[in-house]
């Protein structure tokens, strides 16, 4: 009887080891392109997500967490800006499905530092902010253009938020929540008064945005109203001298608004 022959078993195959390597590369690369990806790359994408109106000019660091000087301009084409003094610093942690930042400015965040939970929305983003308080100059204004440049403001504003959080939609704003900017003993370059007043801003959220300005104290009064209508900021007030001062706020009564006598009527949107 002729015994059986047993084929030989096959050999494993055996992985290439280059493939091992390139793998090791690939997988490596992408570990420092998230974790060391340069802070230019987050001062491009806030150039572009904010029309250019919000600008970090000498970035350093990483995306992640890293440094940059604040500019505020009036926008693309703009030949205003305006640099927070100092430099604002920034740490960037994952929380998903989006990213927690923590912000800290030299000069304005002396307290704690501003702390943002940014998540993606189809077609969109939020942007909320946990409550607290900041100082911030009020000649950084003067970056936006007209009439800021003109007006020239010195004086501090005080930033209030509770439960404030922005939403783009498919190109539509919702915010919710409630701000209030202060502005304490404000001047301006086309007034000799100094200050001319103090004057509080609040925003309140909901499906209409609604501001109100009011003034607290001072020479120059200023008071109105506006809403957030279809993406489009509409506002009426007025502004006014007390009574014999009129003469010397004159100038600046001609640059706020529409001349009514002895008003100036604001009106926009």
């Known amino acids: 009887m002729t015994a059986l022959r047993r084929r030989p078993a096959a050999a494993p195959a055996v992985r290439a080891p280059w493939g091992w390597a390139v793998a090791g590369v690939l ?5 420092m392109l998230v974790t060391q990806a340069p802070a230019r790359w987050l001062a491009a994408g806030l150039a572009r997500a904010t029309g250019g109106m919000l ?3 000498e970035p350093q660091g990483s995306v992640w967490s ?3 000087r604040l500019v505020l301009t009036g926008g693309a084409g703009s030949q205003d800006s305006a640099a927070l003094p100092g430099r604002v610093q920034w740490r960037l942690t994952p929380a ?10 030299d000069c304005c965040t002396a307290g704690a530092p501003l702390r943002l939970r940014v998540a993606p929305r189809w077609a969109g983003a939020r942007v909320a902010l946990a409550d607290g308080q900041s100082q911030w100059p009020s000649a950084l204004l003067t970056g936006l253009g007209t009439p800021w440049n003109t007006l020239q403001p010195e004086g501090e504003l005080s930033l209030s938020t509770q439960g404030l959080a922005a939403e783009w939609l498919a ?8 701000a209030e900017v202060t502005a304490r003993h404000v001047s301006s370059r086309l007034s000799t008064l100094r200050p001319i007043g103090s004057y509080q801003l609040k925003l309140s959220g909901g499906e209409a945005v609604a501001l ?6 001072g020479s120059l009064r200023l008071s109105g109203s506006g809403q957030w209508v279809g993406g489009r900021l509409r506002f009426n007030g007025e502004a006014s001298a007390a009574p014999g001062l ?3 706020l004159a100038n600046l009564l001609n640059i706020i608004g529409r001349r009514q006598g002895d008003r100036a009527i604001i009106s926009f949107g």
């Open 66 to 68: 890293g440094s940059a």
């Open 212 to 217: 109100d300005l009011s003034t607290l104290e």
């Open 55 to 57: 600008l970090l000019a």
């Open 96 to 105: 998903l499905p989006g990213v927690q930042a923590q912000v800290t400015a």
């Open 246 to 248: 009129e003469a010397q």
């Open 27 to 31: 997988i490596g690369a992408a570990f």
């Open 171 to 178: 190109g539509r704003l919702q915010v919710d929540g409630r």
